[in-house]
């Protein structure tokens, strides 16, 4: 029976290096990639920061201080006047924009995945040219059909009324081509067809089967448009004449326009400010409670044979 030498045996008592070398490099690339996802991650939140900052500070304090760094707190000072200012009309601009971005939001939604979910599943003369169309409409950008569509309102005497902001907004092509690349895995063929040997119609079959595959889907239609109805400027800039149905976007825009023509006006930096931490508020809340469809989704997804 042969024996080690003492210098194979200390050879085999080293640690072995080959692990580590196929490691380093891995290390290296995972901290590389924190750093850039940390960058990245900044370079978003700062504005935030600024602007959670800047509203704490009365408007003295605005401009004789650091931007990055907090002065005196005077956060509940600059809401009241926020809300108060020229008869609290702040509040009434706030209930007009949560009725054109929900309003929108949802009618969009729904309207975009029934059409998303007839593209996908059923055959129809016209389908494949109608959908083409459908997707030529997302190449288009909005301010180009602003006059258009100011000019179709007047016509129909709609203009400075709430359904020339809400009918706008429900019309959806990109939501539209989303739920249609969806539905098209979400819903199974198999699904519709035992439903059909039911004897299930198929609006039945739409709302009680297919719908409830399509929600995550659904739900990211919602929040797009959502978003931007919420921070849709244009459009109500040229429909809205009365001042009590401007949404926060035109509002604020009056009011920052009024602070820079100066004549005692300046004080209302802090207050335009202010009131656009006010208006991000919602956003936040309403992405923070509908993230659980998607989450539920990818689930639902992850455990599907």
Known sequence: MSTLTDAE?????????????????????????????????????????????????????????????????????????VFTFQDGIFSQWVL???LYSVVSAVGASILATAAGYAFAKYEFPGGKALFSIILGAIMIPTTALAIPTYLLFARAELTDTYWAIILPSLVSPFGVYLMRVYAADA????????????????????????????????VTVLLFTLVATWNNYF????????????????????????AAGGSGSQ???????????????????????????????????????
Do not use: H
């Open 9 to 81: 045996v200390d050879v085999a008592r080293r640690p072995s290096t080959s692990g580590f070398i196929g490691k380093e490099p891995r290390q290296r690339t995972s901290v590389l990639l924190t750093v850039i996802m940390l960058a990245c991650a900044a370079y978003f939140l700062f504005p935030l920061y600024w602007l959670l900052v800047a509203s704490t500070k009365s408007n003295a304090d605005l401009f004789s201080t650091f931007g990055l760094w907090f002065a005196d707190f005077s956060l509940m000072e600059n809401l009241k006047t």
């Open 96 to 98: 007009n924009s949560l």
């Open 187 to 218: 819903v199974d063929y198999s699904l519709i067809e035992a439903a059909r040997c039911d004897g299930v119609g198929e609006i039945r079959i739409f709302f009680t089967v297919a719908l409830r595959l399509l929600v995550p889907g659904a």
């Open 235 to 258: 459009l109500p800039l040229i429909m809205l004449n009365s001042p009590e149905k401007f949404p926060l976007p035109v509002g604020l825009a009056q009011w920052q326009s009024t």
């Open 267 to 305: 004080a209302l930096f802090s207050t335009v400010i202010t009131g656009s931490l006010v208006s991000i508020i919602p956003l936040v809340i309403a992405f923070l409670f509908l993230q659980r469809f998607w989450q539920s989704g990818l689930s639902t997804g992850g455990v599907k044979a």
